[in-house]
């Protein structure tokens, strides 16, 4: 996270801000100085205390964005922690090494996110219960491994999209946008690696590392929302496939861009995850 720039931002749109922050105007230059080095846990309690005082503003919009992407934090690091504690489910080596490390990085997104809220006045959401059969739609996600890598997939390239779909919430707080443009970038890799997994598992290389058309990839039509809208390949009004000339087509065009999902389809398709 580059606070440098951060604050050089906040003071190109309000030259006193650091009058608004601090009376003591050359101390929070020097803040902002070393600000790089701070470690990345501590940034949430020493800025959302700052900002709050400084502007005086609710931060409600805010914690309802964290406290959404709070509740997908929690369905994905308890979904992988049920995995890679079921014996036997994930091959040792190459994959259940890979669900460790993503076990751990969405553990540490609760964490951030939680004391984040935190930090800013809230109060972070208690985790739902989730049934990661989805209701009975995926019943042997826990006993067999083609399923579980099918959800495990559908979770995270609906990840992506949510947090895609945020940004726009989480722009009017360039420290919470950071943070979260950091975790989609960490989600967008293991969307990655988890469909790498399965082309590996099946031999097939029309399971690429990222979204072609609005295709499931063999998952079937019960993810089909998941996928919704991503054969879109206009963007800005302006039709990518064979764009001058070029001979893009239409998977290139539609794979070249990701579609944001909005609050509302989100939840809803990971309603069916969540017990109470």
């Known amino acids: 996270m580059n606070l440098q720039e951060i604050f050089s931002n906040l003071e190109k749109q309000d030259p006193e801000v650091y009058d608004r922050l601090d009376t003591r105007r ?7 100085r070393i600000g790089g080095k701070i470690a ?6 020493a800025l959302g205390g700052m900002f709050k ?20 934090e929690n369905l994905e ?12 489910l994930i091959p040792t080596g190459n994959p259940l090494e890979g ?3 993503i076990q751990q990085h969405e553990l540490e997104h ?30 042997t996600v826990f006993s067999d491994y083609e399923t579980f890598l099918a959800v495990s997939q559908t979770l995270e390239d609906t990840g992506v999209r949510a947090y895609k779909g945020q940004a726009t919430h989480a722009q009017m707080n360039n420290t919470v946008l950071t943070a979260a443009l950091q975790i989609h970038s960490v989600e967008a890799r293991h969307a990655s690696y988890v469909r790498s997994l399965r082309s590996a598992y ?6 690429r590392p990222w979204i072609t058309g609005d295709s499931t ?6 993810v089909a929302g998941n996928y919704a809208g991503e054969n879109n390949t206009v963007q800005l009004g302006i039709e990518i496939k064979n764009i001058d000339g070029f001979d893009i087509s239409f998977d290139d065009a539609s794979e070249a861009f990701d579609e944001p999902l909005t609050t509302i389809q989100v939840l809803d398709l990971v309603a069916p995850f969540i017990v109470q």
């Open 217 to 222: 990839t063999g998952i079937g039509s019960s």
């Open 77 to 88: 690091s308890q979904f992988y922690t049920k995995g890679v504690n079921t014996p036997g």
């Open 26 to 32: 050359e101390s929070m230059r020097q803040f902002a």
């Open 110 to 139: 609760v964490a951030f996110l939680t004391s984040t809220i935190k930090a800013l006045g809230g109060t972070p959401q208690k985790s739902p219960v989730f049934d990661f059969t989805a209701g009975g739609t995926f019943p």
């Open 99 to 101: 669900y460790k490390i």
């Open 40 to 45: 990345l846990t501590a940034l949430p309690l």
């Open 53 to 72: 005082k400084a502007y005086g503003q609710s931060s409600y919009t805010i914690t309802q964005v964290l406290n959404f992407a709070l509740v997908l």
């Open 202 to 207: 099946y031999n097939d290389e029309s399971i």
